[in-house]
């Protein structure tokens, strides 16, 4: 029972001191916002992580792609590392270290966002993936751990959970990314 009561113990703590953060709290908002203006223009919402951040960004993707509380119109929004062929071609021909630079390179336009999910903050296909993006002009949103890596001085909006411990902070990571899919479909599909 003791690693049941320490995890769950651990993953509210980490929760409790985002909630504690004003300023995070206003950077969640800040990044809301900019995805909702992104889509409100015709913008792409386009996500990347490796491992379990992968399939983080893919989940939450999902959410604004399909729908999150309600039925409503599609969001222009997708994860980077679905397509296995791309995927494994790039890897192999350039390097892993190139995949998703290579694809912003070849998909996005000025105005989209790049959301990067990384627990360390440097993983270097996503740091790779944000030099990129910002030659293109496209908005960085970095979900990191404690003290954001060397994603800190790439993203355009950082949230760093304040947490060094790997799964408390990917299951922060996928509380922000739903509180902000809450707010973009709120906000672009207001209910009556």
């Known amino acids: 029972m003791d690693i049941i009561t320490r995890s769950i113990q651990d993953s509210i703590a980490a929760k409790q001191a985002v909630l504690a953060d004003?300023?995070?709290?206003?950077?969640i908002e800040h990044a809301a916002?900019?995805?909702?203006?992104?889509?409100?223009?015709?913008?792409?919402?386009?996500?990347?992580?490796n491992g379990g951040s992968a399939a983080d960004a893919q989940h939450l993707a999902a959410e604004l792609s399909g729908r999150f509380y309600y039925d409503r119109?599609?969001?222009n929004s997708e994860a980077l590392h679905c397509n296995t062929s791309y995927l494994t071609a790039v890897a192999?021909?350039?390097?892993?270290?190139?995949?998703?630079?290579?694809?912003?390179?070849?998909?996005c336009r000025q105005g989209d966002v790049l959301i990067g999910i990384s627990t360390s903050g440097n993983s270097q296909n996503i740091l790779n993936a944000?030099?990129?993006a910002r030659e293109i002009g496209v908005t960085t949103i970095a979900l990191t751990g404690k003290t954001g890596g060397q994603m800190r001085a790439l993203a355009d909006i950082l949230l760093c959970v304040p947490s060094?411990?790997?799964?408390r902070i990917q299951e922060s990571?996928?509380?922000l990314g739903?509180?902000?899919?809450?707010?973009?479909?709120?906000?672009i599909f207001p209910r009556d």
């Open 164 to 167: 060094s411990d790997t799964p």
């Open 33 to 49: 916002q900019v995805i909702v203006s992104a889509l409100r223009s015709g913008h792409r919402v386009l996500w990347c992580g």
């Open 22 to 27: 004003s300023g995070m709290l206003a950077q």
């Open 92 to 107: 192999n021909d350039y390097g892993y270290d190139l995949i998703y630079a290579r694809m912003i390179d070849g998909a």
């Open 130 to 132: 944000f030099a990129k």
């Open 73 to 75: 119109p599609p969001l």
């Open 173 to 175: 990571h996928i509380m």
């Open 178 to 187: 739903h509180i902000i899919c809450e707010i973009v479909e709120s906000q």
